[in-house]
């Protein structure tokens, strides 16, 4: 199966700061990556889906320019927080999506403070 | 609006027991339904995919149903350890769109 990974796997920043978080697919190439953010006790929550060389759909009531995603490679998938407030700690999840099968990365644990 | 139902929320058993998971969707029209376990600080691994066309699929100790007309899932755990212990996830997909339930808690006892 595909192998995920994320960068960094944990992170602390400043109220107003704004952090980017890294989604590696290690050995396949994905057109297609999936953002989602877990909070504690809580089921995983599609934030949008990265297209490779195009704009990022969003889920409704997602905002686009907080949560900014670029998919620069088949690889290569970021998430940036904007302007971070403590309402965005959550643990954030990549994913990616093969023919039929979805593999995902062991998370990013992100605390505002 | 697909929505996903796992009951119950949590579940404790002792070694060796076999259990089911249950999981229900509102929408039918699905493409495949996904069994993944997601371990305390750790990812989630995904268990066993059915496609839409499929009724059931099986890994070692691990059968999954589907029964998509009903819109049910289950999950069937045979001879339950204490490794099994985690959170069971299932998820369906729409048209592109992955959606969750809440899972299931797993605690087999040794």
């Known amino acids: 199966g595909a192998v995920v990974s994320q960068h960094p796997s944990r992170v602390i920043c400043k109220s107003g700061t704004s952090v980017k978080i890294e989604c590696r697919s290690l050995d396949f190439q994905a057109t297609t990556m999936f953002w989602y953010r877990q909070f504690p006790k809580q089921s995983l929550m599609l934030m949008a889906t990265?297209?490779?060389?195009?704009?990022?759909?969003?889920e409704q009531g997602v905002e686009k320019d907080k949560f900014l995603i670029n998919h620069a490679s088949l690889t290569l998938s970021t998430l940036t927080v904007t302007s971070a407030h403590p309402e965005d700690s959550s643990f954030y999840i990549c994913s990616v999506m093969t023919s039929n099968e979805q593999f995902f990365g062991p998370g990013t644990r992100l605390t505002v403070l | 609006k697909q929505e996903v139902t796992q009951i119950p929320a949590a579940l404790s058993v002792p070694e060796g027991e076999n259990l089911v998971l249950n999981c229900s969707f509102t929408d039918s029209a699905i493409y495949n339904l996904q069994w993944f376990r997601q371990d305390p600080g750790k990812g989630l691994t995904s268990l066993l995919l059915?496609?839409?066309?499929?009724r059931e699929q099986t890994s070692g100790r691990l059968n999954a149903s589907l029964d998509k007309s009903s819109g049910r899932s289950t999950l069937y755990i045979a001879a339950s350890q204490p490794g099994d212990s985690a959170t069971y996830l299932c998820a369906v997909r729409n048209a592109g769109k992955s959606t969750f339930g809440d899972g299931t808690t797993l605690t087999v006892k040794p």
């Open positions: 059915i496609q839409s066309s499929q």
């Open positions: 990265s297209n490779e060389g195009s704009k990022a759909t969003y």
